[in-house]
């Protein structure tokens, strides 16, 4: 029999779930992870930015000198420049999600914290989308927003409006891009957390499945269709499409969809097994 039956009274009212909590979550998550530590990662992770900036101030402030031809060649100015820096930031993406996923629901369950959650109440799509969302925030200042800024700072540097004019879709192919990198990675590192039993298994986890397939498929190079088990091929193939560049392999980009959309699919069915909404006796 529970106590409160014994010597409390019942609360009769009706837990209502309040909108925004997953904005709480977010916040808050975000906050805790904003350390000395990340701040130094970030700083490092802006230098390819930085370089890639120069490389469009070159392009746009010299492009009329005729002894800079070649040179215009190697630094042309098109959608593969803005889809190649953000494939180069991958390396920083991957240890981000590692730094700030691993323990995200891990120690959530460690510290008994999932029953504090769901009787304010939280519902578990509002956790979900909040933990998600702190992984994006992170994730979106080594990718989205700088190749945003590169974007804006060549069409402020234009001399006229030609490369608007050709590429004003190029920002939203970037988000498309960045929205669904996290979204696949993000909810695989999240149910990763949520099934391992601390924060180094999960890491470890994430990053073999991530690595292992895309060196076995560097090494099997006579069967093209087993890049499809990796990740980042899968992503690679997909960006181009978004982004309108040719196709890096040789087998159809909806295979690339199909796998990613599975993984996802997989990751979310993961969290929902292993993480419980508590219920609370009223």
Same mark, same amino acid.
């Given at each position: 029999?529970?106590?409160?039956?014994?010597?409390?009274?019942?609360?009769?009212?009706?837990?209502?779930?309040?909108?925004?909590?997953?904005?709480?979550?977010?916040?808050?998550?975000?906050?805790?992870?904003?350390?000395?530590?990340?701040?130094?990662?970030?700083?490092?992770?802006?230098?390819?930015?930085?370089?890639?900036?120069?490389?469009?101030?070159?392009?746009?402030?010299?492009?009329?000198?005729?002894?800079?031809?070649?040179?215009?060649?190697?630094?042309?100015?098109?959608?593969?420049?803005?889809?190649?820096?953000?494939?180069?930031?991958?390396?920083?993406?991957? %240890? /981000? *999600?590692?730094? +700030?996923? =691993?323990?995200?629901?891990?120690?959530?369950?460690?510290?008994?914290?999932?029953? @504090? &959650?769901?009787?304010?109440?939280?519902?578990?799509?509002?956790?979900?989308?909040?933990?998600?969302?702190?992984?994006?925030?992170?994730?979106?200042?080594?990718?989205?927003?700088?190749?945003?800024?590169?974007?804006?700072?060549?069409?402020?540097?234009?001399?006229?409006?030609?490369?608007?004019?050709?590429?004003?879709?190029?920002?939203?192919?970037?988000?498309?891009?960045?929205?669904?990198?996290?979204?696949?990675?993000?909810? %695989? /590192? *999240?149910?990763? +957390?949520? =099934?391992?039993?601390?924060?180094?298994?999960?890491?470890?986890?994430?990053?073999? @499945? &991530?690595?292992?397939?895309?060196?076995?498929?560097?090494?099997?190079?006579?069967?093209?269709?087993?890049?499809?088990?990796?990740?980042?091929?899968?992503?690679?193939?997909?960006?181009?499409?978004?982004?309108?560049?040719?196709?890096?392999?040789?087998?159809?980009?909806?295979?690339?969809?199909?796998?990613?959309?599975?993984?996802?699919?997989?990751?979310?069915?993961?969290?929902?097994?292993?993480?419980?909404?508590?219920?609370?006796?009223?």
């Amino acid at each position: 029999m529970p106590v409160y039956e014994e010597s409390y009274r019942s609360w009769e009212g009706i837990l209502k779930q309040h909108p925004r909590t997953w904005w709480i979550i977010a916040r808050t998550g975000i906050r805790l992870l904003w350390k000395k530590s990340m701040i130094i990662f970030l700083i490092f992770a802006y230098i390819p930015f930085f370089v890639r900036a120069v490389q469009i101030y070159i392009v746009t402030q010299l492009e009329l000198k005729v002894q800079l031809d070649q040179a215009m060649k190697a630094f042309k100015i098109n959608p593969e420049f803005f889809f190649q820096f953000i494939w180069a930031q991958m390396f920083f993406l991957v %240890l /981000i *999600l590692i730094f +700030s996923g =691993a323990g995200i629901i891990a120690n959530d369950k460690k510290f008994k914290a999932l029953s @504090i &959650y769901f009787s304010k109440p939280v519902g578990l799509w509002d956790y979900l989308f909040g933990k998600w969302l702190i992984l994006f925030f992170y994730g979106s200042l080594v990718t989205m927003i700088p190749a945003i800024i590169l974007f804006l700072t060549r069409v402020f540097l234009s001399k006229d409006s030609a490369f608007l004019n050709n590429y004003f879709w190029i920002p939203l192919s970037i988000i498309s891009v960045v929205i669904l990198i996290t979204g696949v990675l993000g909810m %695989l /590192i *999240l149910a990763l +957390s949520a =099934a391992c039993r601390g924060t180094r298994s999960a890491a470890i986890f994430f990053f073999t @499945i &991530y690595i292992v397939p895309d060196i076995l498929g560097q090494i099997i190079t006579k069967i093209p269709e087993i890049k499809l088990v990796s990740l980042s091929a899968d992503f690679k193939q997909t960006g181009s499409l978004l982004f309108g560049i040719k196709l890096p392999y040789t087998f159809p980009f909806w295979l690339s969809i199909l796998v990613l959309a599975v993984a996802a699919a997989l990751s979310i069915l993961t969290i929902r097994l292993k993480v419980k909404p508590t219920e609370v006796v009223k």
